[in-house]
């Protein structure tokens, strides 16, 4: 096991602020993660996984724990009767798994591509986009229990994946090692969201006829939208788009009669674009304070500018919840992850 000290966070994460890890270990295989929790406990530290860094905010002050840089590789394909098993490790990059995927011409995952971070990341928060989520070609999750100490594994159901949620959001003592998806060589494109008619519209000539286009497409949209991370600090979306009880829903309606709402959780609730609040009723679009800004192309997306710091983001974060509330009286939550 190889054990670096005080690393700075500010390299390893996407937003590009925070202080150093304590301790950091690379961690290729079973045996160095086991190592690096023996270490962590006789040190009475807490560890921390790290994935592609793309969705968590590093604290300014120093991180008194044993962080994991998860870089299990590995990808497997397995034809099955009538699926395909793809078995990868926790480290590949979601994109280098999107492209492996679309290779072999499988269809499932193709409309996640350019969604940044590692596989074992994404069933954390359930990465989702273009309609489609992770949870629906998960087969199971491995993983180690770092309380039990020991190689677990759990089913798509037992995940309790909800909207940009699982279980592994809350229970912090369980270290994703690897995932398995079931994909398929008949599905279908699903282009069904605004954004890939307009595309269409303006690019004629471009098809969505296979996963490899359509995961092309996914691209050539998110491009137009998300900052790029080697320009902008950056976690993509900061907040999660909140999902209302229809009363609530219907209430806002009155208020703003074009405010979209989409069906969610079988129906029974309603999920909102929070950028459009931020753009429509706020004008945030763009909106600055000292070094942490809304980006003016999707003012959902946060970005950073040198010199920011994490106080400066929560803080900024503050402000935008706080006038969301004042203009609609509901709370958001961040989607991105406080490492502290
Ligand atoms: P968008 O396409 O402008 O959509 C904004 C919101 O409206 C999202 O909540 C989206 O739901 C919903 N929506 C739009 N059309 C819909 C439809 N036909 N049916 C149901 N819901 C619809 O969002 P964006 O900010 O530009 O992001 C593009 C995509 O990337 C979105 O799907 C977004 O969720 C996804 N994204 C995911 C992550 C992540 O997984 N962490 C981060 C950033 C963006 P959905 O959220 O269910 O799509």
Redesign the pocket.
């Known amino acids: 096991m190889n054990i670096e000290e005080f690393v700075s966070l500010k390299n390893l994460t996407t937003l590009r602020v925070g202080g150093n890890a304590r301790y950091l270990v690379r961690v290729e295989n079973l045996e160095d993660l086991l190592a690096a929790c023996n270490f962590a406990s006789e040190h009475s530290l807490p560890v921390i996984p790290l994935g592609g860094g793309s ?1 968590v905010l590093a604290p300014d002050e120093e991180l008194s724990a044993v962080v994991l840089l998860m870089r299990i590789p590995f990808i497997t394909y397995e034809e099955l009767e009538t699926t395909v098993r793809v078995h990868c490790g926790a480290g590949v990059e979601w994109n280098e798994f999107i492209d492996g995927c679309v290779e072999q011409e499988l269809w499932g995952v193709e409309n996640l591509a350019g ?1 940044p971070g590692t596989v074992g990341a994404a069933p954390v ?1 359930n ?5 489609a989520s992770v949870s629906d070609c998960i087969e199971y999750v491995e993983a180690y229990d770092t309380a039990k100490k020991k190689v677990v594994t759990f089913t798509a159901e037992e995940c309790e994946f909800g909207y ?1 949620e699982s279980r592994f959001k809350n229970e912090k003592n369980i270290i994703i090692t690897g995932v398995s998806f079931l994909l398929t060589r008949s599905g279908a494109p699903n282009c ?4 890939f008619t307009t595309y269409m519209r303006e690019h004629v000539g471009d098809v969505c006829t296979t996963p490899r286009n359509v995961a092309f497409l996914v691209r050539e949209i998110r491009k137009k ?1 998300f900052p790029n991370m080697k320009e902008y600090g950056t976690a ?2 900061f907040f999660k ?1 909140p999902v209302l009880p229809h009363a609530v829903y219907e209430s806002l309606k009155k208020k703003y009669p074009e405010l ?1 709402g ?1 069906n969610e959780e079988g129906g029974t609730a309603v ?1 909102i ?1 929070l ?1 459009w609040i931020l753009d429509h009723t706020l004008s945030l679009r763009g909106y600055r304070e000292g070094n942490v800004e809304l980006f003016n192309n ?1 003012p ?1 997306v946060l970005v950073t500018h040198a010199g920011a710091t994490a106080q400066e983001v929560k803080n900024f974060a503050t402000i935008i919840s706080e006038k969301v509330f004042t203009v609609a009286g509901i709370k958001i939550f961040p ?1 991105v992850q406080f490492l502290k």
């Open positions: 969705n969604i928060q990465i989702g986009a273009y309609g940009r069904t969201y605004p954004d939208k993509g979306s788009n979209p989409f999920k674009p950028a999707q959902l989607e």
